[in-house]
């Protein structure tokens, strides 16, 4: 797991819940720092912040995207989820969006749903392109 956020609190509240469940958690502060630490964590789900300083966590998901190398990995966005972070996140491929407040319970759910699902090989714009779920859907 690459768990990018700018909120240190948040960076380690979403840590903390994911370490208790098993998971193998590795953080970075924004998405520059993001895209130096993923090809060395080589995580199975990214979650993404939207605001945060150098690099967006919308701008953050368009670079992954465009990288073959990561082009696959599921994206979830843990933030406000207002429509504007929701339309562009689709359209940035995101997989997933979980509004912050959360329950633990949800974040845990969504990350297992994604690593478990993973993000098979399609090309853009093939079947499954522009999909994304909710915590609870």
């Known amino acids: 797991m690459l768990v990018v956020d700018d909120n240190e609190v ?3 509240l979403i840590r903390v ?7 193998e958690v590795v953080t970075a502060g924004d998405g520059a720092e993001c895209l130096d630490l993923v090809h060395r964590a080589r995580p199975d789900v990214i ?10 966590g919308l701008q953050t998901a368009t670079r992954l995207r ?6 696959h990995l599921p994206l979830a966005i843990i933030s406000a989820c207002t429509p504007y972070e929701v339309d562009h996140g689709v359209a940035a491929g995101v997989d997933a969006f979980l509004a ?9 759910r969504l990350v297992r749903r994604l690593r478990e699902r993973g993000r098979p090989p399609a090309p853009a714009g093939g079947p499954g ?3 994304a779920e909710s915590a609870t859907g």
Not at 17 to 23: H, Q, T
């Open 10 to 12: 948040i960076r380690q």
């Open 17 to 23: 819940n994911l370490e208790l469940e098993g998971f």
């Open 47 to 56: 979650t993404l912040d939207v605001v945060m300083p150098r690099l967006d």
């Open 66 to 71: 465009s990288d073959p190398r990561t082009r």
């Open 100 to 108: 912050k407040p959360f329950e633990p319970s949800e974040l845990v």
């Open 129 to 131: 392109a522009g999909r």
